[in-house]
T-cell receptor
Framework: DAGVIQSPRHEVTEMGQEVTLRCKPI?????LFWYRQTMMRGLELLIY????????DSGMPEDRFSAKMPNASFSTLKIQPSEPRDSAVYFC????????????FGQGTRLTVV | DAKTTQPPSMDCAEGRAANLPCNHS???????VYWYRQIHSQGPQYIIH???NNETNEMASLIITEDRKSSTLILPHATLRDTAVYYC???????????FGTGTRLKVLA
């Protein structure tokens, strides 16, 4: 298995532009998580899905952020419009249903908004 | 979810055991203790988890105190590749809501 795949690995965009981050979870995993990591705030959980349905989006910072999971093998995190303070590394993770399942993380997308 | 407290940084000599403490004094009876680590620029990696009993796997050992208010992750023979940030997480099984704290930055010294 290739693991959790995120794209792009690096993204540089101008303030005000729309940014879309993509994630392919491990096949068969029912849970998908989006995290954001910065030096100031560490690793923050933004949202997570179960069977493609958003379960908890309380970590989404504001309405500029949205996440979708149209099917079991694909999810997007969109920022519109982007701002410099959105610069961070965004991680996607997935886990299987089951007792005490562990989360597998992707390599992350480093987003820079200038 | 219970709050966890970890020292911000630690050093360990290569080949020696690294003992990373975690305080989770508010943990409830149904909350498990998980450990992850993050090596520079990579996504976090699962290490081990436990509820009451001590646990061991190929990577590490987890020692949980009898009152469950604290735990220690032990890397028995630390190598330079174990240099990473180690996160202790307490969460309710079935919620799948992994909340990471600030972690302990472990530096293994040659």
């Amino acid at each position: 298995d290739a693991g959790v795949i995120q794209s792009p690995r690096h993204e540089v965009t101008e303030m005000g532009q729309e940014v879309t981050l993509r994630c392919k979870p491990i096949s068969g995993h029912d849970y998908l998580f989006w995290y954001r990591q910065t030096m100031m705030r560490g690793l923050e959980l933004l949202i997570y899905f179960n069977n493609n349905v958003p379960i908890d989006d309380s970590g989404m910072p504001e309405d500029r952020f949205s996440a979708k999971m149209p099917n079991a093998s694909f999810s997007t995190l969109k920022i519109q419009p982007s701002e410099p303070r959105d610069s961070a590394v965004y991680f996607c993770a997935s886990s299987a249903t089951g007792f005490l399942a562990e989360a597998f993380f992707g390599q992350g997308t480093r987003l820079t908004v200038v | 979810d219970a709050k966890t407290t970890q020292p911000p940084s630690m050093d360990c000599a290569e080949g020696r055991a690294a003992n990373l403490p975690c305080n989770h004094s508010t943990i409830s009876g149904n909350e498990y203790v998980y450990w992850y680590r993050q090596i520079h620029s990579q996504g976090p990696q699962y290490i081990i988890h436990g509820l009451k009993n001590n646990e061991t796997n190929e990577m590490a050992s987890l020692i949980i105190t009898e009152d469950r208010k604290s735990s220690t992750l032990i890397l028995p023979h630390a190598t330079l590749r174990d240099t990473a940030v180690y996160y202790c997480i307490a969460f309710l099984s079935g919620t799948y809501k992994y909340i990471f704290g600030t972690g302990t930055r472990l530096k293994v010294l040659a």
